[in-house]
Structures are given as C-alpha cells and as structure tokens.
C-alpha cells in the first residue's frame, strides 16, 4: 500500500467558499453483525464549521463518526451501505487508499491515547508516517501544531519528556496537536473532553472554536451544553436513526421533532 | 442465629470459641503449601552452595582457575585440572545464539497472531505451540542427533556434532516460550494506542513497528530472556548434539560443550566427595548463579514496564 504524500498541495486548489460542503451523507447503513446501528443517515456536513452529533449512548452517532474516516474497518464484523461523498469519491469504496484518507480525515478519541514516547516524537512520530523526517522541518511542524493545540507555553521545557507525564487534558491536547501535524482537512472528535476536568473540558472547547477556521470538525458528545456552545449544525441521533439535523440553535431553541425536544429538555437519555 | 440475647461483645469480638474450623483448615493447608515451596528452594541453594564451594573451600581448586582456565582435566593422576571456562564459554554460546535464532521468530508469529490474522493466526499457531511445549527434550535431542547431525556433517566440514546442532535444537525449543510471552505482550496492549495510529493515517506496518512493538518491548525482551534461560539450563538435547569436547570451538561447527551438559555426562561417573565431583557443583552452583542474573534482568525490565 503505496501512501501518496501531496495531499498538502491538493488542498489549496480547492477554492474556499462559506458554506462549501465538505462531507455529502446519503443514506448510509452501518451494521454490525446483524445488528443495525446507523439507519439510512442522509445529511450534509460543512466545511470549515462544527457539526455535533448529540444522542443517548448507543444511539449510533460514534460508529457513524468512525465511518467517516474507516476506522470501522478495524472491526471485522462492522459492514456499511450506502455512501459518504467527499470531493469527487466515495469514502466507502473499495477502492479507497484507508490510509491516505485517514492523513486527510484525523480523528481524536474519548480517553487520550499518546503514544509511549516523549511529546516531541508524538508529533514528530506521526510526521514519520507521513515522510517528513527532516530535523528543522519536523521540529517547525512540532511547534505549529503544539500552539495550534494550545499546549505550546505548557510543554515548550519539557518537550522531550514522556506524554505521560502530561495531565490528562494536556494529554488530549496533545492527541489533537498530533492530528492536526497531519495538516488534515476534517477532524473528527468522539467526545473529546468527557474524560477531562471542566477546565480541561474549556480548553478543548475554545480550541476547537480557533481551530474551526482551518479545519472542518465533527463532534460526538455526550454534553449537550457543549454542543450548543461550539457548533454551528446538530445531527440528533436516536437508535440509529437521524432524527433531526438542523442549525444548532434551531435545535436548542425550536426543534421540529417532539422527540428532539424530550432529549435535548432532559426527559430521557 | 437463634440467640438473639446474646451481647454485641459475645457476637462480634474475636475469640477462639467462634473461629470457624474450616477457616483455620483452609489457612494451614495453603500456609504450608507456601512453606513448603520456601523450605524447597532455600534448602536446594543452600545445599548447592555449600556443595558448589567445597572444590574451593575444601579441595583448594582456585576459583580463578576454575572460571578462566581453559584447561578441563580432572582425572589427571600427578596434576589434575580444573578449568570450566570452556562449559561457561559454551553454555553462553549456545544460549545467546539459540535466542539470536528464536527471537526474531517468536516475536514474528506473536505479531503474526496478534495484528496480521488474529482470528484464524492463532487458531492454527497456538497448537503448534502448545505441540512444541509437550515434546521432551529428550526426543528434540533425538531427532537432532539423526537428523540434524547428519545433515551438517554432509553440508559442512566437522562430524556434525557442533555448537550450530546445539543451537537449532535449543532454538526450536525455546521457540514456544518466546512466543507465548510475545503474543500476550503484543495482545494486551491497549486497543486505543492502535486506533491512534491508524487514525493518524498510519499503515499497518507502520503501526506495528513504530507503536506496538516500541510499547511492548520491556515485556517483549522479557520473553527474550526467559527464553534464554530455558535454554541456558537445558541440559539432555543439548548434551545429545553439542559434541561434549572440552575446547573452546573456534566455530560454530566445532563441538563444544556446556555446564548442564557436563554435569550430567560426568555426574554418574565420579565418586561423591571427590574433587571432580566436588567441581560439578560448582559448575551447578554457577548455573543456579546465571538463573538468578536472568530473573534479575527480567525484574528489571518489568519494572520498566511503565513508560
């Protein structure tokens, strides 16, 4: 598996516009097993915005996150119908090289995962992915996305020391600085901050509001506060199903499904 | 239960009267299993150390000698020698290159069966281990002796009895202990460091290369070094297949011997209290003192587990 490296150069042709879409959803099916968990999900996400996708645990909104960058395909038993458009090709094909889209579509997960190195080569390690290993160039990319991640101040003495000796939040921060190393185009978030503190849990949420400018984010949580205060779009999901998407105030404030309004009041979930 | 007019202090203070009978039995049987166990193995260091320091002690073989002299002949009449360096040399011979064989191995098939093909990798290589374990090493030394020998007497020069024999045979043998440890190296290691890496758009070998095998390596030099201790107290198939000359070997196609391997050719045929035995103990004591490094080793590096 050949990994192509000129995704950087690709992305400045594509003309920037407000309301471009980024990822067009159409009827897309996930199952594990037999066990349907996404049903016939059809919206659209936009580009350079913050689209949550809020629901009870279960609901099926982190599988339908984990497929847009195939990370389902680390299950055996997980299968997908339907398609996910992004630029001119579906995601889900075959054919798709997984690992160039995941350079393009990086993902940051629920518990902080670093890797058992120092937080210098955390970054720097991903770049290897990549192949950039030169000394100067590695060490600007590391600096970049440490201050992109707003971590720079907090680790810039101590960049070789281990990721585990970071906090928690710091740890997070770092994962989302590895991600963004990558320069990618869509970042996916599968609850970043319920791990964290509620200071930590602030970082990340301004980070995400900065980051929004470069990158077009999807987030799944669980903090429905934190939904209305970062993104622009809601998806609700609800056993599978996509019960409503809509802009995220429209969701808070006037929902179109009785069944939105019950979840989102507290009445269940 | 019944009688409830008896006092708080009757009920629930401790005394003799009310301690169950199978409680007490249950304690003293696992104690004395433990007791047992800690009699067994002071008695044999002891016993070994004692036995191992007469040459020394009693018989007055130099200690230097015995560790550095080259020279093994200890039924010499006027002027017996007592090098053992040869045994030492071949001992860690044969014990390092059998894991400079069976590591790279074991750790491949524990990726093999952890990240390539878990589902069916295991299901095919996890009896073979367990075939391997259930073979006696004296039938590995068996097939050695007819088939190895004899296929490196014709390949190379020598009689086929050699320290290469000594170190494939050992090599196969400490294969499935190399390998059970990797693979539970390898499988308990969070899901979470792999779905990082692919996440960041790595491939699977990358993965597996710069993630997975950095963070399991302390367990994984673990069951490197657990494995050389296997071979390194390994005594009949190695004895069957190493030659037993007591030169150093210049290749690894010359014969050459080792502790265990001396000990038991020579054990039958010595007198007990003799020198010669006396300096079998020592070659004993000398083993048991290597095992211990070993154990020390993997200590440390589980120690270091936690990054």
Not at chain 1, 60 to 82: C, Q, V, W, Y
Not at chain 2, 193 to 209: F, K, N, P
Request: aromatic share 8%.
């Amino acid at each position: 598996m050949k990994t192509p490296i000129a995704t950087s150069e690709q992305k400045q042709s594509i003309p920037k516009k407000e309301t471009d879409t980024i990822l067009k959803v159409s009827n897309l099916s996930i199952f594990y097993g037999s066990n349907q968990a996404v049903k016939h999900a059809t919206f659209d996400i936009d580009k350079n915005k913050v689209t949550a996708l809020i629901g009870p645990s279960g609901c099926g909104k982190s599988t339908f996150l984990r497929s847009i960058n195939r990370m389902n395909d680390l299950i055996p038993i997980a299968r997908s119908e339907g398609e996910i458009m992004y630029e001119d090709v579906n995601i889900l094909n075959k054919n798709i090289n997984v690992v160039a889209l995941r350079k393009e579509i990086g993902m940051v997960f629920q518990k902080p995962n670093p890797f058992p190195k120092s937080i210098y080569n955390n970054i720097a390690h991903a770049l290897k992915f990549y192949g950039i290993q030169k000394k100067k160039v590695v060490d600007e990319i590391v600096e970049e996305s440490l201050k992109k991640s707003a971590l720079w101040d907090e680790v810039k003495d101590r960049l070789h020391e281990s990721a585990f000796s970071l906090s928690g939040g710091q740890q997070q921060r770092l994962c989302i600085a590895r991600t963004l190393a990558m320069k990618p185009n869509v970042l996916l978030l599968d609850e970043p901050s319920s791990a964290l503190d509620p200071i930590s849990n602030a970082k990340i949420e301004e980070l995400i509001l900065q980051l929004k400018d470069e990158f077009s984010i999807v987030i799944v949580t669980h903090n429905m506060q934190q939904a209305s205060r970062i993104s622009d779009k809601t998806a609700f999901f609800l056993n599978g199903d996509v019960v409503e998407y809509d802009r995220t105030e429209t969701i808070f404030t006037n929902p179109s499904q009785q069944k939105t309004e019950d979840y989102i009041s507290g009445r269940f979930g | 239960m019944e009688n409830t007019t008896t006092s708080a202090r009757e009920r629930l203070v401790k005394s003799n009267k009310n301690k169950s009978n199978g409680e007490l039995r249950g304690k003293m049987i696992v104690t004395l299993s433990a007791i047992i166990m800690i009699t067994a193995t002071v008695a044999i260091t002891v016993f070994l150390a004692t036995k191992g320091l007469q040459a020394f002690l009693v018989n007055g073989v130099s200690p230097i000698e015995f560790l550095t002299s080259t020279d093994w002949n200890p039924t010499d009449e006027g002027n017996p020698k007592f090098g053992a360096f040869p045994f030492i040399y071949g001992s860690l011979a044969v014990t390092l290159l059998s894991a400079l064989i069976a590591a790279p191995i074991g750790i491949g098939a524990a990726i093999f069966m952890t990240e390539i093909a878990p589902a069916w990798g295991r299901k095919i290589l996890q009896p073979v281990i367990e075939l391997l374990v259930g073979i006696p090493s004296v039938v590995y030394g068996f097939i050695g002796l007819t088939v190895l020998v004899p296929f490196i007497r014709n390949q190379f020069d020598g009689i086929g009895y050699s320290l290469l024999a000594g170190t494939i045979v050992l090599s196969v043998m400490i294969l499935p202990t190399i390998t059970t440890i990797a693979t539970d190296a390898m499988g308990t290691l969070p899901r979470n460091l792999r779905e990082g890496s692919y996440a960041l758009g790595a491939t699977r070998w990358q993965t597996i290369r710069k993630v997975l095998v950095p963070a399991a390596l302390p367990s994984l030099l673990t069951a490197i070094v657990l494995g050389m201790a296997r071979a390194f107290g390994e005594a009949l198939a190695v004895q069957m297949v190493i030659g037993n000359s007591r030169a150093i070997p210049s290749s690894i196609l010359d014969t050459s011997a080792t502790l265990t391997s001396i000990i038991t050719l020579n054990m039958g045929y010595t007198t007990y209290g003799s020198v010669e035995n006396n300096t079998l103990w020592s070659m004993g004591l000398i083993l048991l003192i290597i095992s211990f490094v070993f154990i020390l080793i993997i200590r440390y590096l589980s120690s270091r587990r936690r990054i």
